[in-house]
């Protein structure tokens, strides 16, 4: 009993520091599917959180790697993808810039909300893990690469939203021991995680986005 009025007063104080955060609304890219004007459906969202180097005003500057990349380059993807700006002088943890971007996308477009997925990498990592335990009740998935988050005493907040996170052994800039020490605590409280060390690799690990299988470990994850 005192678990549960624990957990429950964990949970509140998050909706409460998730609430006294400036409300922000970034500017974002947004792509959808060839067929979402002729289909009925609603369909899949993923967001996709930048790195540090991609801050500003410059939606351009997004399309250098990551999801946003591939659809510069042509690629079809079955899902509607948002990808956010962080301004500079910030970081994904310092306005409330989730919950404008999410009424906004689930309001104009048709947008499964049970199939809403988070991603991003290094500071876009970080954002993935800090965003989810914000709003531990929208994701039906997240997949943080080589980020971490500075509330992982409440990272049990997520334990029932699946996980696949990466990173490489030999990352110099954000070291592996972020991922790790947030994937122990997921374990202890029956997290639904996977954690995929990459050997000898280090920070540059945006190639992952291009393998399909990523894609479709998230789609088939639903709430």
Known sequence: MRFVLLFALVLFSFSVLAQTKKSASYPYQLYLPKNYAVAKRNFPLVIYLHGGSQKGTDLAKLSLYGPP??????????FVMAAPQCPEGKFWS????????????????????????????????????????????TFAAIMPLCG????????????NIPVWTF????????????????????????????????PNEGHGIQYLYENPKLYQWLLQQHK
């Not at 990349?69 to 079955?78: A, E, M, T």
């Not at 500071?123 to 335990?133: I, K, L, P, R």
């Not at 971490?148 to 334990?159: F, P």
């Not at 052994?169 to 029956?190: G, M, N, Q, S, Y």
């Open 69 to 78: 990349k591939q659809v510069s380059q042509g690629h079809d993807f079955p």
């Open 94 to 137: 310092t306005d409330n810039w989730f919950d404008s971007l999410f009424t906004e996308l689930t309001t104009r477009y048709r947008i499964d909300k049970k199939r809403v997925y988070l991603t991003g990498i290094s500071m876009g990592g970080y954002g993935t893990w800090q965003t989810a335990v914000a709003h531990p009740h």
């Open 148 to 159: 971490g988050c500075d509330d992982s005493t409440q990272i049990c907040s997520i334990r």
């Open 167 to 198: 990173h490489g052994t030999a990352d110099d800039l954000i070291p592996i021991d972020e991922t790790a020490r947030l994937v122990k605590r997921l374990e202890r409280c029956h997290g639904k995680v996977q954690f995929t060390k990459l």
